[in-house]
């Protein structure tokens, strides 16, 4: 499974996205330092911070931006491996080779979770780690809200980005369904502001209920994309 998994990033030129990620990164850290030492959310007539409610911490906006950032990432990553591949019929080269199709898909797959989850946590980590670095020497205008000391803070960063990942899998499907590239991205937006919207005074940002119940649907998603597949295309 392994040697499958390389052998996607090498076919893929996976070096691109690489540096897609750390241009991701980049941005997002510069954002973040903006946001945080240099008042862009400041009112200009008042310089108190503005900003929009449960965004009052820069922990809280990190793993908005980044999460948002990465979840769509993955989508075009699932996109470029998997959907386009269906779609223009080049997969069928690989199966023919004297290996199951299931298991070229979960190579797939695998080797796209593991590219994001690791380019998303060490995003994350970077970011976290310059907020910190630069605390003594500029005025904070939102407060950091996490302590990189405590080993709660590697936990939840470490969950959040393996659900923000797993979440690929729902936009993989539906784009897989409809031979849509677009169709993937357009999904993980949706998801996005499933996940992170507002009803009236009630916010589901920060509810538990609603990722378990997207990770359990990623799942069914990520099943449904294998289910059968030694079957499809046979005449």
Known sequence: ???????????????????GAVIITTLLGIFMFAQCY????????????DTAPGMETMALQIELFTNLSFLVFTAAMMSSFIITPNKNKTMNLMFSYPIKRQKIIISQMLSVWLFCFAALLTSKLLIYSVLVALKGSFT????????????????????????????GFIPLF??????????????????????????????????????MFLVIA???????????????DLK
Request: charge should be positive; glycine fraction near 8%; charged fraction near 15%.
């Open 38 to 49: 240099l008042g862009i959310a400041n009112d200009s007539s008042t310089g108190v911070p």
């Open 140 to 167: 904070q205008s939102f407060s950091l809200g996490y302590n990189m000391g405590n080993i709660s803070f590697y936990v939840q960063i470490i969950l959040n980005s393996v659900v923000t990942v797993t979440l």
């Open 1 to 19: 499974m392994w040697k499958l998994i390389k052998l996607e990033w090498k076919k893929n030129r996976v070096s691109q996205y690489v540096l």
């Open 218 to 232: 990623s799942l069914v998603c990520g099943y449904l994309s294998l289910y059968k597949v030694e079957m499809r």
């Open 174 to 211: 539906i784009g897989k369904s409809m031979k849509s590239s677009k169709a993937a991205i357009i999904t993980a937006f949706l998801l996005f502001v499933v996940m992170n919207g507002t009803v009236g005074d009630f916010s589901l940002r920060g509810n538990v209920i609603v990722p």
